[in-house]
């Protein structure tokens, strides 16, 4: 007789999980839409949605101390449920990039940004989120293959941070009226470069639930995701 | 009386299982055969008549540690278990094939002393069995046996025995008084003393907390981790926690198929690795309950 019942929790469990991967995705995509709009409005709201956010994280991290209380998992169940209250940590965090970006809005205000940013911007938030949604969908069926594969992508993630950087060191560097402004546009690049990082977390998460590997995932010099 | 005794003292002291292969790469590094294991059992089988109820086990207990042995019902761990002190040689037309080395030496065999093996392998069973004697005869029952008498220390053994049971506290002032006496979880623990007395080195518990309540059970649990510092214990458990919560190393049993349902060594490990990582997709099924 399978453990009928406690797949049914773990299974709910998941789904939670999934359903706070969605909304962290959406805070990410709607706070980039209102500093593109420079929306304050939007970005207040968004701002505010956090809360949602972390309650649902703190209503999953519950659930899943419950069920170790009174289920008892071993080896693959334990590893996953202790997956999970990793991996609702970094989508948290992400959370807080976004709601980080509605801050920088509301400190830009009016202020022009280059749209060449923006478009920048929009890109590394695209890989990002896209890393994420892959990394939740080999969560769901522990394909620690593809979660060693995600991460390699976070190279191009950080080419872009790299190029905002410069362009706003030559923009600071030839106005220091400017130095302010290009701060916070800095800090919202930072802040999507900071996603993706988390979502090699995640990875390497999946990797412990489905061998057992606990290491820290490190992108090795021929390209190849390792562990060190 | 033992009231003198104690002021002389100056220093306290499932069934549609499918045929299993077993990988004894399994078995973990660490607990592969040395010089500090108390027990190695070497291509072990059992059988009762024709039928064959262990099937080549290779098993080595380290000294000093807790070892579980963990497996359905029906996989043969109370056999393996009753074979390191010889207990299967009450029932008849039964053989093995193999050995099983203590301290260096071979206890199967028929020139061996299978008084002195279980003397040296005390056990520990299921339902507390005192003896309907008094306490201090329970105890002092093993050492009279070989002879030891109150001239000779057996009050002090006693003591000893009560002490290490972590019994003696609750017992000192009621030592004559019938074991029968006492609650189940007392009687268990008198039962370990009167497994002390004889000075084993090795002490085999076949579900020692199944009967006991929550608290009775965290004494014996606790009263093993004090055990382990002088014996080696080995313990049949069906309680998957209670295996990880008090070993060190654990072994899985299962059946290698229903027709033939020999008894078989599936992974040995690290408790650790076992209950967190198992290698081997039946310990897996089984530890997480999805065994059946």
Redesign the interface.
């Known amino acids: ?3 009928e019942t ?1 797949e049914r929790q773990l299974q709910l469990i998941l789904d939670q999980v999934l359903i706070l991967g969605s909304m962290v995705e959406q805070a990410v995509l709607d706070a980039l839409d209102a500093l593109k709009r420079r929306d304050l409005m939007a970005a207040h709201r968004i701002y505010a949605a956090d809360l949602q956010i972390n309650e649902k994280r703190y209503s999953i991290e519950s659930s899943v101390i419950t069920l170790i209380a009174t289920q ?8 996953f449920l202790a997956a999970i209250l990793e991996i609702i940590t970094e989508l948290e965090r992400i959370g807080d990039y976004a709601k980080g970006i509605c801050k920088i809005t509301q400190l830009i205000s009016e202020e022009e940004i280059e749209p060449v940013l923006l478009y920048n911007l929009q890109q590394m938030a695209n890989f990002g989120l896209d890393m994420l949604r892959r990394a939740l969908d080999a969560f769901v069926v522990g394909d620690a293959t593809t979660a060693r594969q995600i991460p390699l992508e976070d190279e191009k993630v950080d080419q872009l941070y790299n190029e905002i950087y410069h362009k706003l060191m030559e923009k600071m560097t030839a106005d220091i009226t400017t130095i302010d402004r290009a701060n916070h546009v800095m800090w919202a690049a930072h802040n999507l470069e900071r996603m993706s990082d988390r979502v090699t977390n995640i990875c390497e998460r999946i990797i412990y639930v489905a061998t ?1 590997e606990m290491r820290e995932l490190d992108i090795e010099e021929d390209g190849k995701a390792g562990f060190n | 009386m033992l009231t003198d005794l104690e002021t002389s003292m100056t220093q306290e002291k499932q069934d549609s299982t499918p045929t299993l292969k077993v990988d004894m790469t399994l078995v973990s590094e660490k607990i592969q055969p040395s010089s500090g294991n108390k027990i190695d059992i070497r291509d072990f089988s059992f059988y009762y008549g024709k039928f064959k109820a262990l099937g080549d086990i290779n098993l080595h207990i380290a000294a000093n540690q807790i070892t579980a042995i963990i497996g359905p019902s029906g996989c043969g761990k109370s056999t393996l278990l009753r074979s390191i002190n010889r207990m299967n040689d009450l029932v008849p037309n039964v053989h093995t094939e193999g050995e099983i080395i203590l301290s260096g030496e071979n206890i199967i065999g028929p020139s061996v002393d299978v008084v002195d093996v279980r003397r040296r392998v005390g056990m520990v069973f299921q339902r507390p069995n005192p003896f309907p004697k008094s306490i201090y005869d329970n105890v002092a029952y093993g050492p009279r046996l070989y002879g030891i008498t109150r001239h000779f220390g057996l009050d002090e053994m006693v003591y000893n025995a009560l002490k290490q049971a972590a019994l003696w506290d609750e017992v000192k002032d009621k030592l004559h008084q019938s074991a029968m006496a006492l609650s189940g979880g007392q009687q268990q623990r008198l039962c370990i003393a009167r497994a002390l007395a004889v000075e084993p080195e090795v002490i085999l518990m076949d579900e020692p907390a199944s009967a006991l309540d929550p608290v009775a059970t965290l004494k014996i649990e606790e009263l093993m981790q004090t055990l382990k510092e002088t014996y080696t214990i080995i313990i049949v458990t069906h309680n ?2 209670q295996a ?1 919560r008090v070993s060190e190393s654990t072994a899985f049993m299962m059946i290698d198929s229903p027709e033939t349902r020999t008894g078989v060594l599936v992974e040995f490990g690290l408790t650790s690795q076992i ?4 290698k081997n997709k039946q ?2 099924d089984y ?4 065994f ?1």
Request: glycine share 12%; charged share 20%.
């Open positions: 007789m399978a453990r406690f008892q998992p071993m080896a693959r169940d334990v590893r057992g | 998957m926690q990880a209950f967190t990582n198992p310990t897996e530890v997480t309950g999805r059946g």
